[in-house]
């Protein structure tokens, strides 16, 4: 089962940012936190990932609590082509049984004009 | 070049066939996984699996097999197709070991007919 929790559902306005919140209260000291998003009909597409401190790249900013129990991802200049079901995930970073990347529900971000 | 490339696109065959999805990685990653997702948009786990470990999901039935045969190639098999087999199947690499995430595929609609 998923060890996350995220809103089912958001807006955010085009050109807007868009913030997505993550629960992971049960979280270990070796997990770290991933991001990905799942636009219609493709696969998913790895956004970002953290261990303790907050993470930048080319597409999106993660903000971890000090507690490491919750996360937001960061979309600072959402458009239509981000809207998608994104993914906040729980996993030690490495492969086998324990490494695998489980999937919860996910939060529909829906970017208006 | 396309990182993780699946075929096919799309499968329609009738109950009770067998058939094959394959799956190819030019990451030079050691990690390949299927993943399931259903009508309801859950993506599951199915398999994991590098030179060393098979990690099967229980729940998977085993119609459904993996097979490699070399690092860079998963396929799958299933035999004796079913209703519920209807779906579509990911296929999505990474490095056991280091930082980044997992590379998905764009995806087989599988339909059983």
């Known amino acids: 089962d998923a060890k996350t929790t995220q809103p089912p559902s958001m807006d955010c306005a085009e050109g807007r940012a868009a913030n997505l919140p993550c629960n992971h209260s049960t979280i270990s000291g070796n997990e770290y936190v991933y991001w990905y998003r799942q636009i219609h009909s493709q696969g998913p597409q790895y956004i970002i990932h953290g261990l303790k401190n907050n993470e930048t790249n080319e597409m999106a900013s993660l903000i971890i609590t000090e507690d490491r129990k919750s996360s937001t991802l960061i979309l600072p200049h959402a458009t239509l082509r981000d809207t998608a079901v994104y993914y906040c995930?729980?996993?030690?970073?490495?492969?086998?049984?324990?490494?695998?990347?489980?999937f919860g529900k996910g939060t529909k971000l829906s970017v208006k004009p | 070049d396309t990182a993780v490339s699946q075929t096919p696109k799309y499968l329609v065959t009738q109950m009770g066939n067998d058939k094959s999805i394959k799956c190819e990685q030019n990451?030079?990653?050691?990690?390949m996984y299927w993943y399931k997702q259903d009508s309801k948009k859950f993506l599951k786990i199915m398999f994991s699996y590098n030179n060393k470990e098979l990690i099967i999901n229980e729940t998977v039935p085993n119609r459904f097999s993996p097979k490699s045969p070399d690092k860079a190639h998963l396929n799958l098999h299933i035999n004796s197709l079913e209703l519920g087999d209807s779906a579509v199947y990911f296929c999505?690499?990474?490095?056991?070991?280091?930082?980044?995430?997992?590379?998905f595929g764009s995806g087989t609609r599988l339909t059983v007919v």
């Open positions: 990451l030079g990653h050691d990690t």
């Open positions: 995930i729980v996993s030690m970073n490495y492969g086998g049984s324990q490494g695998n990347l489980i």
């Open positions: 999505a690499s990474s490095q056991t070991k280091g930082a980044g995430g997992y590379t």
